[in-house]
């Protein structure tokens, strides 16, 4: 089944506290992006990747670093969570060339 | 000032009513998706509109892009509870990578 996964779904962690959320897809795509959704501030771009070893920011990049050693692989490392970045985190791939995104089902982060 | 803006933010209509959403630019788009989201889950995209004047249809929704290509429009006839949810429109910038969303229309269909 072609899928994109993202673990963990749900983390509650404390300021400071370095930790890693990770998302995997399956269908051999080039692109791969990490959003954050708020309340009232809908979906943001923080990094995307055009290829292997290829990164850029996005809109809110601030706090958040990624990587991409691998196609289908594309971690976001907050290295020292802050409060502010408590929220709804969402990985997607789609191919370079195309706007069309498939998303996996989320990771709620919570930093106390 | 946002790229994409849709309206409205929060529709509520009753089982068997149609609807229409809309979501507005001044900047000119080479494609312009669409997705639903429910609550919990990723988005998922329902179509890509991709010339001007440009009409899809999926079951009882209706996709527009303006002819400009600055706008669309998403339709749906008959709503049913199972519509519910969250949409949004997105562009992407193919040759550079940003993507931007628009803060979606919530949508609920009371039955």
């Known amino acids: 089944e072609a899928q994109v996964t993202q673990n963990p779904r749900y983390l509650i962690t404390v300021t400071g506290k370095k930790l890693t959320v990770t998302c995997s897809q399956n269908m051999n795509h080039e692109y791969m992006s990490w959003y954050r959704q708020d309340p009232g501030l809908g979906l943001r771009q923080i990094y995307y990747?055009?290829?292997?070893?290829?990164?850029d920011k996005g809109d809110v990049p601030e706090g958040y670093k990624v990587s991409r050693k691998e196609k289908r692989n594309f971690p976001l490392i907050l290295e020292s969570p802050s409060p502010n970045q408590t929220s709804l985190y969402f990985c997607?791939?789609?191919?370079?060339?195309?706007?069309?995104?498939?998303f996996g089902e989320g990771s709620r982060l919570t930093v106390l | 000032t946002q790229l994409l803006e849709q309206s409205p933010q929060f529709l509520s209509i009753q089982e068997g009513e149609n609807l229409t959403v809309y979501c507005n630019s001044s900047?000119?788009?080479?494609?312009l998706q669409w997705y639903r989201q429910e609550p919990g889950e990723g988005p998922v995209l329902l179509v890509t509109v991709v010339t001007g004047g440009e009409v899809k249809k999926l079951k009882r929704l209706t996709f527009q892009f303006g002819d400009a290509r600055k706008d669309s429009s998403l339709h749906i006839t008959a709503a049913q509870p199972g519509d519910t949810g969250l949409y949004l429109c997105a562009v992407k910038n193919t040759n550079a990578g940003k993507s931007t969303f628009g803060d979606g229309t919530t949508l609920t269909v009371k039955p």
């Open positions: 900047s000119v788009f080479s494609s």
């Open positions: 997607a791939s789609g191919g370079r060339y195309t706007g069309e995104l498939f």
């Open positions: 990747s055009m290829n292997v070893e290829v990164t």
